[in-house]
């Protein structure tokens, strides 16, 4: 799958795990992709993220602040019978108090093989696409930042709008 990754681009994927276990997911996300990317020196997409005022310590930051999914909407929930407070407290009083808010690791980061997320796999496919759009022949961190954005709803597209940096501009400024 990386062989038509250039250097940055697969540096990037590897920096992606890295940042996955300093955050203590399980799987890399896009937004451990976008930190991945973040961590370059030069190139398309770490030249892109510096300019609109990003680093990986700010990025990291807002990261550990987002949820790891989407908040439950206690609302409709509650439509089915549910009572988030109710399930909230009685996991707290089971397990100790933020039991809910991350989940629990299962093996020891190290022994974690590096497992993709669906939207992380569909970004880097997204980004052959613009790669072959653009008539590339490699595939850049450029073009992985490019299909980052292109997915549409990611964690790296929250993390962008936690930055509030606008993800088009940040596109076009890549490309």
Same mark, same amino acid.
């Given at each position: 799958?990386?062989?038509?990754?250039?250097?940055?681009?697969?540096?990037?994927?590897?920096?992606?795990?890295?940042?996955?276990?300093?955050?203590?997911?399980?799987?890399?996300?896009?937004?451990?992709?976008?930190?991945?990317?973040?961590?370059?020196?030069?190139?398309?997409?770490?030249?892109?993220?510096?300019?609109?005022?990003?680093?990986?310590?700010?990025?990291?930051?807002?990261?550990?602040?987002?949820?790891?999914?989407?908040?439950?909407?206690? =609302?409709?929930? !509650? /439509?089915?019978?549910?009572?988030?407070?109710? @399930?909230?407290? *009685? &996991?707290?009083? #089971?397990?100790?108090?933020?039991?809910?808010?991350?989940?629990?690791?299962?093996?020891?980061?190290?022994?974690?093989?590096?497992?993709?997320?669906?939207?992380?796999?569909?970004?880097?496919?997204?980004?052959?696409?613009?790669?072959?759009?653009?008539?590339?022949?490699?595939?850049?961190?450029?073009?992985?930042?490019?299909?980052?954005?292109?997915?549409? =709803?990611?964690? !790296? /597209?929250?993390?962008?709008?936690?930055?509030? @940096?606008?993800? *088009? &501009?940040?596109? #076009?400024?890549?490309?």
């Amino acid at each position: 799958m990386f062989e038509r990754f250039t250097t940055q681009a697969r540096q990037s994927v590897k920096l992606a795990l890295s940042e996955a276990r300093v955050l203590g997911a399980s799987r890399i996300g896009a937004e451990h992709l976008l930190l991945g990317l973040a961590h370059g020196r030069s190139g398309p997409a770490a030249d892109a993220l510096r300019a609109a005022g990003l680093d990986v310590a700010g990025l990291r930051d807002l990261a550990a602040g987002l949820p790891a999914t989407a908040p439950l909407d206690a =609302d409709s929930l !509650a /439509l089915l019978g549910i009572d988030l407070d109710q @399930v909230r407290r *009685a &996991a707290e009083a #089971a397990f100790g108090p933020g039991s809910l808010d991350r989940p629990a690791r299962t093996e020891p980061a190290a022994t974690t093989r590096a497992r993709m997320t669906a939207e992380c796999k569909e970004a880097m496919g997204l980004a052959l696409r613009v790669a072959q759009s653009r008539g590339d022949k490699e595939i850049s961190s450029g073009h992985l930042l490019g299909g980052i954005i292109d997915q549409g =709803d990611n964690g !790296a /597209l929250r993390l962008l709008a936690a930055a509030e @940096v606008d993800p *088009a &501009a940040l596109r #076009a400024d890549t490309l």
